[in-house]
């Protein structure tokens, strides 16, 4: 099934997404993206379904094509602090907060949505892979947000992060079990280790 180019006609559309609500490790990252009317890629969709290189050169495309794009995150410690339900929605207000070109109707991918300002939003589940401004926008979260685990992998590499992205794989769980957790685990998650650490 191709991507829908936008919703309606009339209105400013802004695309929202975020990567990493299911993840032990790591903030949770939000992009917004405002497309032009004729954008099409043919590689565009749902980041998931998207290999990595192809989402990294995607990542270029939007960026030079888009009308606006911005990308935001939620610590650690906030999630800890307001769950991550409410994180996912707070990275999103952020990224929307940092448009340069203020949207009319916001696209939502999921179910649920806080609403942000006065702008109307509309949720679809699976929104990522049914427009294109959504999926543009799950295709910068995501690569932000592995670049970013890519980055903390270096200072802790036994968790191997720079394959796992923080998601709990069998080989984090193990590697938590082994040396505990660090400072950018998700406390508020259920997933301390069985034993003592190592250290």
Known sequence: MSLLRFFQEELIEAGCDEAGRGCYAGPVFAAAVILPKSFHHPLLNDSKQVKEAHRNELRVVIEETALAFAVAQVSVEEIDRINILKASFTAMHRAIDALQTKPQLLLIDGNRFIKYKRIPHKTFVKG??????????????????DEHMLQLHEEFP?????????????????????FGLCEHHRKSFDIEPKQEPLF
Request: charge should be positive; hydrophobic fraction near 30%; avoid cysteine.
């Open 158 to 178: 036994h968790y191997n992060w720079k394959q796992n992205k923080g998601y709990g794989t069998e080989e984090h769980r193990k590697a938590i079990e082994q």
């Open 128 to 145: 990522d892979g049914r427009f294109a401004s959504i999926a543009a926008a799950s295709i910068l979260a995501k690569t932000y947000r």
